[in-house]
């Protein structure tokens, strides 16, 4: 087992904010390290570093939809936690890929599985999907892909 793994960057992250006193980075940093525990608890599996990073990958997402969810309803003061939570999050995330490296990423994931329809949209998103996972919005990337093939 890797000494530098994501939970293992966590736990000394979140040693480092105890004693820093940075209560925002704490709590961001607990609830990451406690959804990992609730996965291992209820599936009886170790989160390796590709699980983490979907993991964290989601609780991205699910911040942006609460963002905009609290900036539509007027609560600014939530939706900036929020946002202060996705910046945390970030930090262990790896760093986000450029347009150039995902559209490299699109045509050679197209040219390896011979897709030539939108019907083989899943192939290729099945080749993308672990490349890019942490690092680029699946969403997004599934659009470009989509526009590509049609």
Do not use: N
Request: aromatic fraction near 2%; proline fraction near 2%; charged fraction near 35%.
């Amino acid at each position: 087992m890797a000494d530098t793994t994501l939970k293992a960057e966590l736990t000394e992250a979140m040693k480092a904010a105890m004693k820093a006193r940075d209560k925002e980075r704490l709590a961001a940093i607990r609830l990451i390290l406690a959804e990992f525990k609730r996965i291992e608890v209820d599936e009886r599996i170790e989160v390796d570093d590709a699980r983490g990073l979907a993991v964290l990958d989601k609780m991205v997402k699910q911040r942006r939809d609460s963002i905009k969810q609290f900036t539509e309803a007027g609560r600014d003061e939530l939706a900036a936690k929020e946002q202060a939570e996705i910046e945390v999050i970030k930090t262990f995330l790896p760093q986000p890929l450029s347009d150039d490296e995902i559209d490299a990423l699109i045509d050679a994931a197209i040219s390896e599985s011979g897709a030539d329809s939108i019907k083989a949209m899943g192939q290729v998103m099945a080749i993308v999907k672990p490349q890019i996972q942490g690092r680029a919005d699946v969403g997004q990337v599934s659009q470009r892909i989509k526009a590509r093939l049609q």
